[in-house]
């Protein structure tokens, strides 16, 4: 059998693993894909590394779009990041008619329009596994596995180095830049943690979600996105207190009025699966109708476990490649010309309920006065706690939790509620999600 012929540009991790893992699994992915998929070039600009890995295996250049321009390549494998050289190599690639495997999700959250518009012109694949979830094969579920569906909402933790911090900061006890440091050390955690930290790379890949569950275009542009840097470890005490466990979540949700789209540190009920997800691992959590829930749980990041998704766009490409362009799975699930621009709500629109911490004047009518605020703006209560004051303090912290309410509404009594001559400081607030039926 004749072998379908890959270019891997970037041989960092990622491909490295994807290296290794199609030279062990050679016969099974072989059988599973009817010929042998074969990296004949790998680009890198570190050629000692690319020769390392490669062992002299194939070819190895500095020049990655000698790779997209290479005519004996049939798939090009982008694992360089970015939107910069990463974007120009995947459109010239596609315009070169290869098919393209990428585990790019900045790159697809922001210009995935563009580049599957491009690739459908062109009767080619942009196949996109591992941008998501690292080895958990979510977009193959959302996509595939779950197209009866009218599909409600999604609810992941898709960054593992958040999760892994906010499992730390829960069981140690211990400030968020104190665990960041550590993870960092371990290697959780990048040099530069800002895109993970502030809840990019989760916002790129809930994103992804959206436009698979919905049918929707990709627009990140549109995602509120909040990280968890400025998370107090008190919060995720009380939370705990209260049978709450606080992860950073992407989630979409299909309303009446719009798509919600959102990533944000989030308060979710203990006793839920999703909420025992911790370390470095990711979950996604799926609301279809027919359904019901379903929970896809692995690991987000790493790279036998990312080649493993990148090695299934291999293989799927590889079974469909021959077949007419009309047949194949559409990019976004849904087909092309059927894709709707439905709203992204702004996050003032948002429903959800909400976790309150105020520091106030340990004095008679304090409750009072906040209560009546709440109501005055519609807003329902669910529980109080009132923390005794410290040895010798005057002042206690005050936790509301509330029902439902439109964000804009909460935020009103915000302004209110920090006005009051007994209240010290800001209000912090959290959102909550029950992730029930
Ligand atoms: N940096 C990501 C994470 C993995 O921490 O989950 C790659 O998307």
């Given at each position: ?62 020049d ?18 970015g ?25 697809l ?10 690739a ?20 193959k579920a959302?996509?595939?596995?779950l ?14 180095t ?67 840097s ?10 705990e ?8 979540l ?5 309303t009446?009025?719009g798509?919600e789209?959102?990533?944000?540190p989030t308060?979710?009920?203990a ?5 025992n997800?911790e ?9 279809g ?30 079974r ?20 709707v ?7 003032g ?50 936790i ?10 909460i ?7 920090e ?9 912090t607030?959290l959102?909550?999600e029950?992730?029930?039926?």
């Open positions: 059998m004749k072998p379908i012929n890959v270019g891997l540009l970037g041989i960092g991790t990622v491909g490295g693993g994807t290296f290794a893992v199609l030279q062990r699994n050679a016969e099974e992915i072989t059988r599973r894909a009817g010929r042998p998929i074969r990296i004949v070039v790998v680009a890198d600009k570190n050629m000692a590394l690319a020769r390392q890995v490669t062992g002299g295996a194939c070819r190895v250049t500095e990655a779009f000698s790779v997209v321009n290479d005519p004996e390549v049939d798939i090009v494998i982008e694992l360089i990041g939107y910069g050289v990463a974007k120009d190599l995947v459109m010239q690639a596609i315009a070169n008619g290869k098919h393209v495997v990428t585990a790019n999700k900045a790159l959250a922001t210009n995935g329009n563009e580049i599957f518009k491009a459908q012109d062109k009767g080619v694949m942009v196949a996109f596994e591992a941008a998501v979830a690292g080895g958990i094969p979510i977009v959302v996509r595939e596995g197209t009866a569906n009218r599909i409600e909402w999604i609810a992941g933790i898709i960054n593992g958040t999760n892994f911090i906010l499992s730390e900061m829960r069981d140690k006890g211990l400030a968020f830049d104190t665990v960041l440091k550590e993870a960092q050390r371990l290697g959780y955690a990048e040099a530069d943690p800002t895109f993970d930290v502030e809840g990019v790379d989760a916002a790129h890949k809930i994103t992804l979600l959206a436009s698979l569950a919905f049918g929707i275009p990709v627009q990140f542009d549109k995602a509120y996105i909040e990280g968890i400025k998370l107090d470890s008190i919060d995720i005490r009380y939370a207190q209260l049978g709450y466990r606080i992860k950073l992407g989630i979409t949700k299909r009446e009025e798509v789209l959102r990533v944000h308060l979710i009920p006793k839920r699966l999703i909420a997800v370390g470095p691992m990711n979950a996604v959590l799926v609301q109708d027919a359904v019901g829930s379903t929970l896809y749980y692995g690991k987000g990041a790493g790279a036998e476990p990312t080649a493993s998704s990148v090695i299934a766009d291999l293989v799927d490409i590889t469909m490649h021959t077949a007419d362009p009309e047949n194949r799975v559409p990019h976004l699930a849904f087909q092309p010309d059927a894709l621009d439905l709203p992204i709500l702004a996050i629109e948002v429903i959800s309920s909400y976790y309150l911490r105020l520091r106030v004047a340990d004095k008679m009518g304090v409750l009072a006065d906040i209560t009546r605020i709440l109501a005055d703006e519609q807003i329902s209560i669910d529980a109080v706690i009132q923390k005794e004051p410290g040895e010798g303090e005057t002042q206690a912290d005050l509301l939790l509330t029902h439902q309410t439109r964000e804009k509404y935020n009103a009594a915000i302004v209110k509620i006005a009051l001559g007994v209240v010290v400081g800001k209000v607030m959102r909550m029950e992730l029930g039926k």
